[in-house]
């Protein structure tokens, strides 16, 4: 299995605040502490094997992703009761990707949030958002 040196989700065992919560053959489903404060039961679908995005993913890695993805909502939904979800993956720096790890955002939301009704289209779509014209 490939594994990147310095790579926070390549060693999730070393972060104490860091918690996998389910995990199959090829992949985690984890929860970092710091982030369940504004995120209340937000985490990560993870390879366990270094992949740089979800374009290089396996197609035993997608199939292992979709059954965590299932079994996160599970639990999400019988733990936090959350009213919708916002799932993601950022791929590159210009998408806000901070770790060259692949990894699907699953992010419970709510309807008593500040911005509840506001998904990831609706920054997107701003109008300061627009490419200039010349290139």
């Not at 594994?3 to 090829?26: A, G, T, W, Y």
């Not at 733990?79 to 699907?104: F, R």
């Amino acid at each position: 299995m490939i594994k990147m040196e310095n790579c926070p989700l390549c060693s999730v065992h070393d972060d104490p605040d860091q918690n996998i919560i389910f995990e199959n053959r090829s992949c985690y489903f984890i929860q970092h502490n710091i982030h369940q404060g504004v995120l209340e039961g937000s985490g990560l679908i993870i390879p366990k094997a270094h992949h740089e995005d979800a374009f290089a993913l396996t197609k035993e890695e997608w199939t292992d992703t979709y059954d965590l993805l299932q079994k996160a909502k599970t639990y999400l939904d019988q733990t936090y009761s959350p009213d919708g979800y916002t799932l993601g993956w950022n791929v590159g720096k210009v998408s806000n990707q901070e770790i060259p790890h692949a990894h699907l955002h699953v992010i419970p939301r709510y309807h008593d949030e500040p911005l509840a009704g506001k998904g990831i289209r609706y920054w997107l779509k701003q109008p300061e958002n627009k490419r200039s014209q010349s290139r």
